[in-house]
């Protein structure tokens, strides 16, 4: 068994044992579709993949229970973007 899942770190990390539970299984089917893992993390497996992505905030789940990677969430707040470039 992967030691990190012993840890209440992780589980707090995610916000509950049940979206740990979710995240994971997302990630897992997404990896297993073909998606590419977003750690550098030497390993044939997957789920010690998965718990690496979520130790180094690479994943989390959004409010509708969807996996969003770090890469694409944009943080709220923060100031505005403007196109300066029609001015």
Partial sequence: MIDALKEEEIVNKVGGRFKLSTLIQKRLAAINSGARPLVDFRS?????????EILQ???????????VTAADHR?????PE??????
């Avoid at 044939?44 to 690496?52: A, L, P, R």
């Avoid at 905030?57 to 996996?67: G, P, R």
């Avoid at 943080?75 to 100031?79: A, N, R």
């Avoid at 403007?82 to 001015?87: K, V």
């Fill in 44 to 52: 044939d497996d997957k789920m010690e993949i998965v718990v690496q």
């Fill in 82 to 87: 403007f196109d300066l470039s029609s001015l």
């Fill in 75 to 79: 943080p709220l707040g923060g100031p």
């Fill in 57 to 67: 905030d690479k994943i989390f789940l959004d409010a509708s229970n969807q996996v």
